[in-house]
């Protein structure tokens, strides 16, 4: 099985930066896909950024250019560095793994952590 804790959530200003890390746990090798989701209030849950095993990366449209996802495997951490962030990415932010285990696939989430962009 695989286990992720989300951190790195928070209050900050239009404008302003912050770095969410995804810590992972567990049978880490059978994970190949990670992702970076996010729920604002009210909305439906929305993808924001994927990270695959060869370390190809893929953003939705709205943060292109002010979002980064990268990963330090040594940690076993995925990281999504947030800038030039705006009111309308208030949003709780999950950790999303996707992998192969015992032949069989699955999907596991975070619990969440929560960034909000304000003045």
């Known amino acids: 099985q695989v286990q992720l804790v989300e951190s790195g959530g928070g209050l900050v200003q239009p404008g302003g930066s912050l770095r969410l890390s995804c810590a992972a746990s567990?049978?880490?090798?059978?994970?190949?896909?990670m992702r970076w989701y996010r729920q604002a209030p009210g909305k439906e849950r929305e993808f924001v950024a994927v990270?695959?095993?060869?370390?190809?990366?893929n953003y939705a449209d709205s943060v292109k250019g002010r979002f980064t996802i990268s990963r330090d495997n040594a940690k076993s951490t995925v990281y999504l560095q947030m800038d030039s962030l705006k009111p309308g990415d208030t949003a709780v932010y999950y950790c999303?793994?996707?992998?192969?285990?015992?032949?069989?696939?699955?999907?596991?989430w975070g619990q969440g952590t929560l960034v909000t962009v304000s003045s």
């Open positions: 999303n793994a996707f992998g192969l285990l015992s032949a069989s696939n699955f999907e596991v």
């Open positions: 567990g049978s880490i090798s059978s994970i190949n896909v």
């Open positions: 990270i695959t095993r060869g370390i190809t990366t």
